[in-house]
């Protein structure tokens, strides 16, 4: 894919596009993206002091890992391709008194605009949404400063993650709508690995996040069966 605005799905925007007005209830479809985000934030912290950097956050949704970022003291900028969930960010960040960029562009052209600005990236929930994950990996890559960070958390590709982020969350305990995952665009933690060594990124660090039904609680353990996180770093 070369374009810089064709690594996109439309059907995936326009389903959270009907979402946005959902982003804070935490009681709602992404109550599962409340409940992980201390979790994630926490381990950001361990890798880097967030304070004074800049920050981009690819795919931000209705920001609620933005604003996280923002709160522990990151100048970030928030990129997503569905506009209403920017609006939503927006108005979000302004109760919150955060000031946060909010904008409405593909990670491949902001790479083009601005390569090398961001001491720290963050893509979190995203890369089963997109077509060509290794093409927004590769704009990672190029936005981020030599030295810097590259956080990317997603779903893997085994047998266990399809029974419990498909069968388990869309249609047993129903925590999230059914459709929102497609087990083929799962990501295995190796096969980002290698999408990141193709472009200079050494993966440094890797966490599993652990959903306990009966608790209703993420925590972070080392099995990254299901869901889990990459901490990619840049040659410096
Ligand atoms: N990162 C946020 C939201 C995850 S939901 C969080 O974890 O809280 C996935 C987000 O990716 C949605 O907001 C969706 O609009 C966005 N998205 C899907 N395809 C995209 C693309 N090609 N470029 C940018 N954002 C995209």
Redesign the pocket.
Known sequence: MTSLDH???TA??DK??ALAHRWWDEHGE?RP?HQ??PH?LQWVQRHVDLKGKAVL?????????SESLAAAGARVTG????EP?LQVARLHALDAHLDIDYRLI??ERLAAESPQTFDVI?????LE???DPAS?IKAAAKLVRPGGWVFV?TINRTPKAYLAAILGAEYVLRLLPKGTHDYAKFLQPAEISAMGRACGLDTADIAGLHYQPLTQRFRLTSDPSVNYLLALRQAA
């Not at 956050?57 to 890992?65: A, F, R």
């Not at 990129?79 to 569905?82: G, N, Q, R, S």
């Not at 963050?122 to 995203?126: I, P, R």
Request: aromatic share 6%.
């Open positions: 690594n996109v799905e995936e925007i959270f596009s992404f993206l992980l985000n994630r956050d690819i795919g931000c949704g209705g920001g609620i890992l990129i997503d391709l569905a969930s593909s990670a963050t893509c979190m929930e995203m949404h997109v077509p927004i958390s």
